[in-house]
């Protein structure tokens, strides 16, 4: 007799979810769904208060399950009965953690902490009649999906984001994740060229580009034409990788004014910055802000610039060559991608700061250009960037 076959239902698992950063899986997600996907989403950790401020994010709180926080007899009993029930399969899962690591004590430590977690994701993914597990980031919660799946005997894949998920200690064990992964979205070409970097050819085939995206509809309607711009917007955390204290250099000699969102712990340094080079009342700290009140201020600027040093494929950038606001760009990672330079936006030699005032000062200058390179901006974003058709590869891969 034929079996039935089973629905597919995927796991969406991330470190920390949902998270003001992360808008984009939740956007992925919510496509998914729509075209049919069963998607339950699983964190390692509750996100803090802050994280929840849009109704989006608390709807998606409220249907997301979590490994941590767990009371020490809960996980005891976890994994005493997997113990019990199946010796086997926890000490080759527990050896595995064990390797599967950075050199050091600490990091053992650390591994022993992704093995019990793991325990328990595999309990609640075998709960909830999970078919496939699938993670964001190779990051520490990558660790904790594979070893879960593994434990539970399910496919496991993952989505790789940026520069960030090859650097010291992830970059580490990059390799053995992808050869072990059932496939890999890279959301740029250049991320799928790391994962080849790192990988014997035999893995090759299974690494495929699927971008992030948008959902347009939901979005508010494209700026007007501005002709002369002058508001700069930079959203991004106020971290070293950003940049921001060469932006502010760069932006010194000109005649506009900057808005800064986001927060960090550069935030004292950039503000010392902004004093040294007399930028007091022409720099704006707006802070953390959530979804919505970020797309306005992105809105009701003139041009963003994103100078960063490192770099995924950045949906800031995405989100305001759809908003009809002119870009620049850093040359690094996946933004060539995203921003044909002169055509959908501007891009500068990454940390020449030189360059960067060059680029912003003819946006400033040239009346005409910041609407030209929007109206072809926003054309691309429609056509490769709506999450609507960016998720078909994930749904031919989960098999729906």
């Given at each position: ?112 902490f992704h ?13 909830d009649?999970?078919?496939h ?27 790789l ?24 979205a ?55 990788e ?9 932006i ?21 910055a ?79 700061w ?29 056509r ?17």
């Open positions: 007799m034929t079996q039935p076959r089973i629905a597919p239902r995927i796991a969406y698992v991330v470190s920390q979810y949902p998270a003001s950063s992360h808008t984009f899986i939740r956007r992925e997600v919510d496509s998914l769904r729509r075209h049919g996907v069963d998607i339950r989403t699983y964190s390692i950790r509750r996100p803090a208060p802050a994280e929840l401020k849009a109704p989006e994010d608390q709807a998606s709180f409220a249907e997301t399950g979590f490994v941590l926080p767990l009371s020490p007899l809960a996980l005891a009993c976890t994994h005493a009965r997997a113990l019990l029930s199946r010796p086997g399969a926890w000490f080759r899962l527990l050896r595995l953690a064990t390797r599967h690591r950075a050199p050091g004590a600490k990091a053992l430590l650390w591994s022993l093995f019990a977690e793991a325990v328990v994701l595999a309990r609640m993914l075998r709960a009649g999970i078919t597990v699938h993670n964001h980031f190779a990051n520490a919660g990558a660790t904790v999906g594979m070893l879960a799946a593994r434990f539970a005997g399910l496919p496991w894949s993952l989505t984001h940026g520069i960030s998920e090859t650097d010291y200690p992830a970059g580490l064990m990059l390799g053995a994740k992808l050869e072990a992964a059932e496939f890999a890279c959301v740029s070409w250049f991320g799928r060229a790391q994962a080849m970097r790192v990988t014997d050819p035999a893995h090759w085939h299974k690494f495929a580009v699927v971008r992030c995206g948008l959902d347009l509809p939901a979005l508010p309607a494209p700026a007007p034409a501005k002709g002369v711009r002058r508001e700069i917007v930079c959203v991004a955390r106020l971290s070293a950003k940049g921001h204290l060469g932006l502010l250099e760069a010194a000699p000109l005649d506009c004014t900057l808005t800064l969102v986001g927060d960090g712990p550069m935030l004292a340094q950039i503000e010392a902004v004093a040294r080079l007399g930028l007091t009342g022409r720099v704006r700290f707006a802070g953390r802000l959530d979804e919505a009140a970020t797309l306005a201020a992105i809105a009701r600027a003139d041009l963003l610039v994103l100078p960063s040093f490192m770099e995924g494929l950045p949906i800031v950038l995405m989100e305001a060559m759809a908003l009809g606001v002119p870009v620049i760009g850093s040359r690094v990672a996946g933004v060539p991608e995203l921003i044909e330079d002169g055509t959908e936006g501007l891009l500068f030699r990454p940390g020449d030189a360059d960067l005032r060059r680029v912003v000062a003819r946006l400033v200058e040239e009346p005409g250009l910041g609407d030209r390179l929007a109206t072809a901006a926003r054309a691309k974003v429609e490769q960037f709506d999450i609507a058709t960016a998720v078909t590869p994930l749904i031919d891969r989960f098999g729906k």
